[in-house]
T-cell receptor, first 115, second 110 residues
Framework: EPEVTQTPSHQVTQMGQEVILRCVPISNHLYFYWYRQILGQKVEFLVSFYNNEISEKSEIFDDQFSVERPDGSNFTLKIRSTKLEDSAMYFC?????????????FGPGTRLTVL | QKEVEQNSGPLSVPEGAIASLNCTYSDRGSQSFFWYRQYSGKSPELIMSIYSNGDKEDGRFTAQLNKASQYVSLLIRDSQPSDSATYLCAVTIGTYKYIFGTGTRLKVLA
């Protein structure tokens, strides 16, 4: 069964450094998402992406964040100048269609630890 | 601020009982509703989606939607210890944005 993959599974970085989190969505999916989940808190929407552009973003997704689909398979989240409060689990998801008309499939997540 | 509200629990039920999980949402325009299960340290896993008022059944799970009351529920029949997890309610805001509740922790006692 096809699945969303994410690398690395755990990333440790120093405050102020840039990190890139990588995701490979399911191959025939068209819509891509990033979420974060701070330990013990709820899953928070960051951004949705379709046709090589951002469709929607949350208040969390400020200038520190960017997303890219650099090739036909990868979907990346870049965090510039990481802060302590960026420590969280970051989930990538993909869906064949948008807006809940179809299911989002989540990847296993990348745990980001900012020291 | 669009919100999805859930009781954090824990909700404890004996094995074999029915577990009832509830969720309310604030955006009357929400069109799509989902229940996810999340085990500790793992990613959310879809259980059910529901788009129209009424009930939708899938095996031991039944989702119920009442848009007038802005209320979604999930019933789990014949609860098993393996059902012990956090259950997340999610709704769409517009077309491309999903909002999750904080989740209800379910404990099924053997």
């Amino acid at each position: 069964e096809p699945e969303v993959t994410q690398t690395p599974s755990h990333q440790v970085t120093q405050m102020g450094q840039e990190v890139i989190l990588r995701c490979v969505p399911i191959s025939n999916h068209l819509y891509f998402y990033w979420y974060r989940q701070i330990l013990g808190q709820k899953v928070e929407f960051l951004v949705s992406f379709y046709n090589n552009e951002i469709s929607e973003k949350s208040e969390i997704f400020d200038d520190q964040f960017s997303v890219e689909r650099p090739d036909g398979s990868n979907f990346t989240l870049k965090i510039r100048s990481t802060k302590l409060e960026d420590s969280a689990m970051y989930f990538c998801a993909s869906s064949p269609t948008s807006g809940g008309a179809d299911t989002q499939y989540f990847g296993p997540g990348t745990r980001l630890t900012v020291l | 601020q669009k919100e999805v509200e859930q009781n954090s629990g824990p909700l404890s039920v004996p094995e074999g009982a029915i577990a009832s999980l509830n969720c309310t949402y604030s955006d009357r325009g929400s069109q799509s509703f989902f229940w996810y299960r999340q085990y500790s340290g793992k990613s959310p896993e879809l259980i059910m989606s529901i788009y129209s008022n009424g009930d939708k059944e899938d095996g031991r799970f039944t989702a119920q939607l009442n848009k007038a009351s802005q209320y979604v529920s999930l019933l789990i029949r014949d609860s098993q210890p393996s059902d012990s997890a956090t259950y997340l309610c999610a709704v769409t805001i517009g077309t491309y944005k999903y909002i999750f509740g904080t989740g209800t922790r379910l404990k099924v006692l053997a």
